[in-house]
């Protein structure tokens, strides 16, 4: 079962628009947040991040809003542009969980956003 | 310039025909991990490394072996490739944040 989850598998926005990509989590343990973005061809790389003592961050365009009651973040990109257009992941992880469990980051299975000139 | 590399990048095997994906990373990180992605599962842990010689499971070990006997590298081993191991797979340095190498596109016939 999966503990983080992208419900939309694919999203297409005009430019100039805001983009909102939504996470849902299922473990209560999990106080941590972050976004990547994956280009094709590329690997992953860090975006925006969260901690659970927080219900907002943000940097530039982009702002993670969390709301831990429902179990569920969101990541808005305004104003979006065609060089946002990506997969994006969110991941969540527990600082509770022993550092040498080593097994950090749940990813949920990403959202493609296309960003339309 | 700080980085993660893998290599192949792409790759076409047969079933049991073993193969190595390497991974190296030049920013003097600890941690080391592998994982593999596969369309709406998002990212799976398959090994990490705290540091040399320390090696532990992740998610989804099962088929895979890895080792870590210095602190740039850490390579992905399949022993005999199957086909449900066509993924693509990265490898990843440092905790937070994870940087990430470019990945690896398996497939195996």
């Known amino acids: 079962d999966q503990q983080v989850k992208q419900n939309s598998p694919s999203l297409s926005v005009q430019e100039g628009r805001i983009s909102i990509l939504n996470c849902d989590y299922t473990n209560s343990m999990f106080d941590y947040f972050l976004w990547y973005k994956k280009y094709p061809a590329e690997g992953p790389t860090f975006l925006i991040s969260i901690s659970s003592i927080k219900d907002k961050n943000e940097d530039g365009r982009f702002t993670v809003f969390l709301n831990k009651s429902a179990k569920h973040l969101s990541l808005h990109i305004v104003p979006s542009q065609p060089g946002d257009s990506a997969v994006y992941f969110c991941a969540a992880k527990s600082t509770l969980i022993d550092i040498n469990a080593g097994n950090m980051l749940t990813f949920g299975g990403g959202t493609r956003l296309m960003v339309k000139p | 310039e700080a980085q993660v590399t893998q290599n192949p990048r792409y790759l076409i095997t047969v079933t049991g025909k073993k193969l190595t994906v390497t991974c190296s990373q030049n920013?003097?990180?600890?941690?080391m991990s592998w994982y593999r992605q596969d369309p709406g599962l998002g990212l799976r842990q398959i090994y990490y490394s705290m540091n040399v010689e320390v090696t532990d499971k992740g998610d989804v070990p099962e088929g895979y072996k890895v080792s870590r006997k210095e602190k740039r590298n850490f390579p992905l081993i399949l022993e005999s490739p199957s086909p449900n191991q066509t993924s693509l797979y990265f490898c990843?340095?440092?905790?937070?944040?994870?940087?990430f190498g470019p990945g690896t596109r398996l497939l195996v016939l």
């Open positions: 990843a340095s440092s905790l937070y944040p994870q940087y």
């Open positions: 920013m003097n990180h600890e941690y």
